[in-house]
């Protein structure tokens, strides 16, 4: 009978001794996007659980496609680095380039060693540059025109 409760209290102590390791993986948010310039685009966002594995990287990408894209798929990527981030958000401001397209999808990216995850996407209208009128609106040949 001794050897039977022995038996027992070491199986529950072996039981109780055996943590399982648990690993988190991280999760992004896009926050905030919005265009500051003519095709100048600030972002913003958010890290609320930054996993168990090291850091690769993190920034933003965007894309003119509304859909499922990212870093394997051929959207434009603004990396800001390596280094691990002090606090739970980062921002930064870019330029889309010389697009045309009337809406950029923006959303953040955070790599480890696992994979990489991806926050919202969010829409922008990317601000243009257009010319309203023309001073003065009538010369000859050899007048200045601003």
Not at 9 to 24: D, G, Q, V, W, Y
Not at 83 to 91: L, N
Not at 114 to 119: D, E, H, I, Q
Request: glycine fraction near 8%.
């Amino acid at each position: 009978m001794s050897t039977k409760l022995i038996a027992i209290l070491i199986l529950i102590a072996i039981c109780f001794a055996c943590t399982k390791e648990t690993e988190t993986d991280p999760r992004v948010e896009t926050t905030s996007v919005k265009s500051i310039a003519s095709n100048i685009c600030y972002a913003k966002a958010t890290v609320p659980e930054k996993g168990s594995y090291g850091l690769i990287d993190y920034g933003f990408v965007y894309s003119t496609y509304n859909g499922t894209f990212g870093l394997e798929s051929g959207a434009l990527k603004v990396s800001l680095g390596t280094t691990p981030m002090v606090a739970d958000t980062f921002s930064t401001s870019f330029s889309l380039g010389y697009t045309y397209a009337e809406t950029i999808y923006v959303k953040a990216y955070y790599t480890n060693k696992k994979g990489t995850v991806y926050g919202n996407a969010v829409s922008i209208k990317p601000l243009t540059l257009s010319i309203n009128s023309v001073s003065p609106n009538a010369g000859k040949a050899g007048d200045k025109i601003t």
